[in-house]
């Protein structure tokens, strides 16, 4: 089986590239950061028309994560126990759509558009640390029931969490950027320390491997990227894990999303 993640940065957008991406590429089950649409406007037909059901969230012109497989889709659940809300000052926040798991053929896949923390004294930052906080109980809970739970933690993660993960840590640094911060990190991490792993980087080792580059300043000719697009795999399912790629192929030509997908095979 092979699963994928990919922000396509505007389904609508991108329509006719993801499905020739799909057709292309045989993948089994992709999870799929900033739709940027509807329900109503949910290009369905371009999925069921390729042999995909099709769950998605979202309600406005920003955020929106969906799940497309041909090998089941059970179980849908949109966003996690104690996800927080958004809501500036207090007021009126907002449960934004940023999270939806299935069951995929034995396999629990979560599609995540994790924060972006904007800057280190935005008040998305401490938004962005407690959505990761509420997201790690909620992954460990599952592993708490069920320690051989094959769960696949997929989608744009913001956050790089090694120096070799930016084109130039120091700029990152010296600037006071996200995606960088000691508490972004720690974040990260703690999945790890939880019982996940990076399945990617095994096979996608060495600085210089990116997943995102900017559309601004000639970013993606220049090589300067970021790695901020990851799948966490539970133990059980990181022992399937049989091969994984970066598709930065993708990133090439006109109309192209700012993110690569991100590809796994399993055994």
Not at 12 to 25: F, G, I, N, S
């Amino acid at each position: 089986m092979k699963i994928a993640t990919w922000n396509v940065n505007s389904l609508r957008a991108r329509a006719d590239r993801v499905e020739d991406w799909l057709r292309r590429t045989d993948v089994d089950v992709l999870a799929i950061q900033e739709t940027k649409c509807k329900d109503e406007n949910f290009p369905w037909e371009m999925f069921e028309n390729n042999g995909y059901e099709v769950a998605h969230f979202g309600f406005s012109q920003w955020n929106g994560v969906a799940i497309a497989s041909r090998v089941g889709l059970d179980d849908v659940e949109r966003t996690f126990a104690a996800q927080p809300a958004f809501g500036k000052d207090d007021k009126d926040p907002i449960q934004e759509a940023r999270a939806i798991a299935a069951t995929c053929n034995g396999v629990r896949v979560w599609s995540l558009y994790v924060p972006n923390g904007r800057s280190l004294s935005d008040p998305h930052m401490p938004y962005k640390i407690s959505w990761l906080a509420a997201l790690k109980e909620h992954a460990v809970s599952g592993l708490s029931s069920d320690s051989a739970a094959q769960i696949a933690l997929m989608g744009d993660w913001n956050i790089a969490p090694r120096d070799e993960d930016v084109w130039d840590i120091d700029y990152f640094l010296n600037e006071g950027l996200t995606h960088v911060s000691a508490p972004e990190r720690a974040a990260f991490h703690a999945f790890e320390a939880a019982g996940f792993t990076d399945v990617v980087r095994p096979f996608t080792p060495g600085p210089g491997v990116y997943t995102y580059w900017d559309y601004t300043q000639l970013r993606f000719p220049k090589k300067q990227g970021m790695r901020i697009d990851f799948i966490l795999a539970s133990a059980a399912l990181a022992a399937r894990v049989t091969g994984a790629a970066i598709d930065r192929e993708e990133r090439k030509g006109k109309g192209a999303s700012d993110h690569a997908p991100v590809v796994v095979e399993l055994g």
